[in-house]
């Protein structure tokens, strides 16, 4: 299937056809197959058809490749293949990069995908609303998406889906603002098996509502050369919510991990509550002239303002015991800062900063040489 375009040149921009195919108010099962959509401006709109298949589909797509609304029964997707076929020429990358959403999700029930590939897109995977609601249930085998701005990008309020294996590249500094996870609606639920986020000019994982939070959770996480455009304060970055509405919660169910990148692991002004393997969450407002103790060792400390810099600043650290660590993360400057024992204790402290930058991390951790009488407190 193709339709025809202009030659690609500078600011190219494709004609605006009607979608390809539209399925609408298909009560039965309507099943689609070996289809090359090659250079189609819109692909499927799937109004209202609750048990549509689509397998082997593959393609190069420009505003979109589907478009899922009012969908009521299971829909499915397997081996679709969203590739630059008809043109990888320079305009129509970035025109792509800018304005392509290979699937948008909108009222769509429990639909379960397998096997679906993106390169070159704004999302390759939309969760979107509509008046008839939104996408609940969604379940992903394997999702890859390459050279895209967002690997999965949410905007409706309280979508819910589950993705077993996910590898979400940029394109470095070519893409502007990219994120592997970028989150704007509120009240979402997801899950991940294994994620690895890779080559982001911004975040690997971006929250922005400050209204109400969602819930998301990760079992495993790898994060690698990430903020390439240094405008992030951490590799995930979750927003404030309003004082009383829920808190967005990321729970890891592995400690993550963040190689080659120019950011810290966590930053932004939160109160997000973040679960990590062997880590309590404490989260403090921080203010000048106070006192701020860990609980216990194996902790993480989140410290935000929204007014900065602040100064006179004292960690308490924990009681000491083997392999204990703390990380503390702050998003305002902190302009003179003091890292003291627990009181009951008066361990040697070795490499302790003064002052600590927005967005900086510190990490912390007991170590010992034979006897815990040689022990100290070591940044590492």
Same mark, same amino acid.
């Given at each position: ?123 390759c995977v939309k969760m979107d609303s509509s008046p008839n609601g939104i996408t609940s249930g969604m379940t992903i085998d394997s999702f890859i998406c390459d050279a895209s701005k967002y690997g999965l990008w949410v905007t409706g309020n309280n979508s819910d889906g589950r993705i077993a294996n996910a590898y979400l590249s940029g394109e470095g500094t070519t893409i502007p603002g990219s994120h592997g996870i970028f989150l704007e609606g509120q009240g979402y639920t997801l899950a991940f098996g294994q994620v690895r986020i890779y080559f982001q000019s911004g975040c690997a994982i971006t ?11 990760? @079992? ?5 050369? =990430?903020? /390439? ?5 951490? !590799?995930? +970055?979750?927003?404030? $919510? ?65 007014? @900065? ?5 004292? =960690?308490? /650290? ?5 392999? !204990?660590? +703390?990380?503390?993360? $702050? ?50």
């Amino acid at each position: 299937m193709f339709e025809q375009h202009p030659t690609p040149v500078a600011g190219w921009a494709p004609t605006p056809y009607q979608p390809f195919f539209s399925v609408t108010d298909v009560a039965g099962e309507i099943a689609f197959s070996q289809i090359m959509l090659y250079g189609v401006n819109k692909g499927f709109d799937i109004m209202g058809a609750g048990r549509f298949t689509g397998t082997h589909i593959h393609g190069q797509c420009f505003t979109y490749c589907f478009q899922i609304d009012n969908s009521l029964d299971i829909q499915r997707f397997d081996d679709i293949h969203i590739w630059p076929y008809w043109s990888n020429a320079d305009p129509v990358i970035r025109q792509m990069q800018a304005n392509t959403d290979m699937i948008i999700t909108k009222r769509n029930d429990t639909p379960q995908w397998g096997r679906i590939f993106g390169y070159g897109m704004r999302s390759c995977v939309k969760m979107d609303s509509s008046p008839n609601g939104i996408t609940s249930g969604m379940t992903i085998d394997s999702f890859i998406c390459d050279a895209s701005k967002y690997g999965l990008w949410v905007t409706g309020n309280n979508s819910d889906g589950r993705i077993a294996n996910a590898y979400l590249s940029g394109e470095g500094t070519t893409i502007p603002g990219s994120h592997g996870i970028f989150l704007e609606g509120q009240g979402y639920t997801l899950a991940f098996g294994q994620v690895r986020i890779y080559f982001q000019s911004g975040c690997a994982i971006t929250a922005t509502n400050t209204t109400q939070g969602g819930l998301m959770t990760i @079992g495993a996480l790898l994060m690698q050369q =990430i903020n /390439l455009s240094h405008t992030c304060y951490g !590799a995930i +970055v979750i927003a404030n $919510t309003s004082s009383g509405a829920m808190a967005h919660q990321l729970k890891l169910a592995t400690q993550p991990q963040l190689n080659n990148s120019s950011t810290n692991m966590l930053g932004g002004t939160t109160n997000a509550y973040m679960s990590i393997p062997g880590y309590e969450t404490i989260v403090n407002t921080i203010f000048s002239n106070k006192t701020y103790n860990f609980s216990n060792a194996a902790t993480h400390m989140y410290m935000y303002t929204n007014v @900065g810099p602040v100064s006179n600043v004292t =960690i308490r /650290l924990p009681n000491s015991r083997p392999d !204990a660590e +703390v990380l503390i993360s $702050t998003f305002q400057p902190i302009t003179r800062l003091k890292i003291v024992n627990h009181p009951e204790e008066s361990w040697t402290l070795i490499g302790m900063p003064t002052r600590l930058q927005p967005g900086e991390s510190l990490r912390i951790r007991w170590v010992f040489g034979g006897s815990l009488s040689k022990g100290s407190w070591v940044r590492m």
